[in-house]
């Protein structure tokens, strides 16, 4: 399922939640109805009794959902394949209010790759968000931090926050600004 949708739900079990867009986590119980409204990236924003919620891909089975499985690496991949991998996997990051992922909003400024004696992987990120004071902006650091982190060989991921410079609508790929009507 990608995108909007208007599916009804009934929660198989208790689950950790976001509320949007305050950010505050919040645990909903076994039994509470609402709607999907939105499916992107393996998360999901929900709609319940007037409030928007953000579900983790990771607890998509307690609204009957399946739970989207690591990304896949070549045999013996080389650091082009597994930075292909890493940017793929930040094309899943949606912020929950935007249905446009992280990397075509522009809001990843730079992405490393790092490999130390042991072969292992360390990835270090610089990200911004669309406004300084964005709710969201812990929980979109989490997510692009934790579905960089499930690629296999990747041993460790550095995530932080930035904002100089100020993010601007200019950073936006065409087609994100085509999908937002700015083009």
């Known amino acids: 399922m990608f995108g909007h949708t208007n599916e009804p739900f009934i929660l198989t079990r208790d689950v950790e939640t976001v509320i949007i867009p305050a950010g505050e986590v919040l645990q909903l119980r076994e ?5 999907i409204t939105q499916s992107l990236g393996g998360s999901f924003t929900i709609y319940i009794e007037g409030n928007l919620f953000r ?15 690591p990304p896949e690496i070549p045999l013996n991949a080389t650091d082009k ?4 991998v890493i940017w ?7 912020d929950p209010e935007i249905p446009i992922n992280i990397v075509d909003l522009g809001l990843i400024y730079s992405c490393d790759v790092k490999i130390d004696e042991n072969n292992t992987r360390h990835v270090f990120i ?7 004071g964005c709710g969201m902006g812990d929980i979109l650091v989490e997510d692009a931090r934790d579905k960089v982190a499930i690629i296999p060989t990747i041993e460790n991921v550095t995530v932080e926050l930035i904002f100089d410079p100020p993010w ?10 085509l999908q937002t009507g700015m083009m």
């Open 55 to 69: 579900i983790a891909g990771k607890d998509a089975d307690a609204i009957g959902k399946e739970v989207e499985p």
């Open 168 to 177: 601007n609508q200019e950073m936006m790929s065409d087609e994100a600004k």
């Open 31 to 35: 039994g509470t109805s609402g709607f």
């Open 126 to 132: 610089d990200m911004t968000l669309t406004a300084p």
């Open 88 to 94: 793929n996997q930040l094309r899943t990051c949606y």
């Open 81 to 84: 394949d597994i930075i292909e």
